[in-house]
């Protein structure tokens, strides 16, 4: 049988070697009786720990400011012409490639590119994001021991090929490490589920990697499904209409969801394609994506475009809502609108429409 003192060391176990420390003052203990003033009643160490991520999280989503990624476009870290090129490209979030970008003869190169770049490039108002090589591949703690010698750092980190919780305690102390002198740094962490077990797993990830945001080493932000190689995984041929992905894609959507996340879609890799990449994309924002990744800079306006709501959709958005509080006041019974009975739902609806605008011109 598995002692409450053996579950109590595997849950700190990260903590203690990396010397991550939660920020509260803990009642002097065991490490299982270690504690949190919390209205006045002992919790056990795993009790406490949820709740001050859960209590940490709440309150850095209401203090930190929306970073919108309707377009999330990899830049190859060897190649230092397009680089150069971020500022103009006019991309919510470029993201300087370590990773699938880059072939292996090239690693250091980026590595070293991407170092420059980030300390003389003014991206203005795009998300500065670098993709790190998988924790798999044995490169990561190369590509963070090289890039993150910057002086500007990026605002969010990508980490690809989350398949285990391992990976995310690993990466952690690992990130705590080099960045132990960076004071005050706490980017975005962006992760991406590509594997059947990642997709098994991803509850637990985000749980954890959600848990130590609240240590303020990083604050979770996005999930990006990584579809191709999913398909490679489970040895599915990638088809025009996608339906060999639709499981996984919702399901990524729906726990990214969850956590309150961002949710990232798919890539659509014929970059001449263009009519296919606008279908794909308005499907992706109806079915709740906030974001789209993309390969080719012919493809930014129409991703773009998809995931913002239009003109006319945040007018009626607006418009029922004041409708709905107008007839709230009267206190009268059912509420129509435009001849229309109208329920909670759809009332939900219009506010997340009327949110996402005012974030996105916020961050703009």
Request: glycine share 6%.
């Amino acid at each position: 049988m598995i002692s409450l003192r053996s579950i109590c060391q595997a849950w700190f176990k990260p903590f203690l070697i990396s010397g991550i420390k939660p920020k509260g003052k803990p009642v002097h203990g065991s490490i299982c009786s270690l504690q949190f003033h919390h209205n006045h009643r002992p919790m056990h160490s795993s009790q406490c720990a949820r709740q001050l991520a859960t209590n940490s999280t709440e309150e850095s989503l209401l203090k930190r400011k929306y970073v919108p990624r309707r377009t999330l476009m990899y830049i190859p870290g060897h190649d230092e012409k397009k680089l150069r090129k971020i500022p103009n490209l006019g991309v919510d979030c470029a993201v300087l490639e370590c990773e699938d970008g880059v072939a292996l003869t090239k690693k250091a190169e980026a590595r070293e590119n991407i170092r420059k770049i980030l300390d003389e490039l003014d991206f203005g108002t795009t998300d500065c994001a670098v993709r790190v090589n998988s924790m798999d591949s044995g490169l990561t703690e190369e590509d963070l021991q090289v890039i993150f010698q910057a002086d500007k750092l990026p605002q969010t980190v990508l980490l690809p090929k989350v398949d285990t919780v391992d990976d995310i305690i690993e990466f952690t102390t690992m990130f705590k490490n080099v960045t132990k002198d960076k004071n005050g740094y706490c980017p975005y962490l962006i992760v991406y589920i590509e594997t059947a077990i990642g997709l098994l797993n991803m509850r637990n990830i985000l749980q954890q990697a959600k848990d130590f945001s609240a240590y303020g080493i990083y604050q979770l932000d996005g999930v990006v499904f990584g579809s191709d190689d999913l398909c490679a995984d489970i040895g599915a041929s990638r088809s025009t209409a996608g339906t060999e992905l639709m499981y996984a894609r919702q399901q990524v959507l729906l726990t990214a969801k969850a956590f309150r996340l961002q949710a990232i879609d798919m890539v659509h890799i014929d970059i001449k394609d263009l009519d296919g990449l606008l279908l794909q994309s308005e499907e992706g924002a109806r079915f709740g994506f906030t974001g789209k990744q993309i390969i080719h800079p012919n493809q930014i306006a129409i991703v773009r475009d998809a995931f913002t709501p239009s003109k006319s959709k945040i007018d009626w958005a607006i418009e029922l809502i004041q409708a709905f509080e107008k007839h709230q006041e009267s206190g009268e019974g059912a509420f129509t609108f435009h001849g229309n009975m109208i329920d909670m739902p759809l009332l939900l609806q219009a506010k997340n429409i009327v949110q996402m605008s005012e974030r996105t011109e916020q961050a703009v």
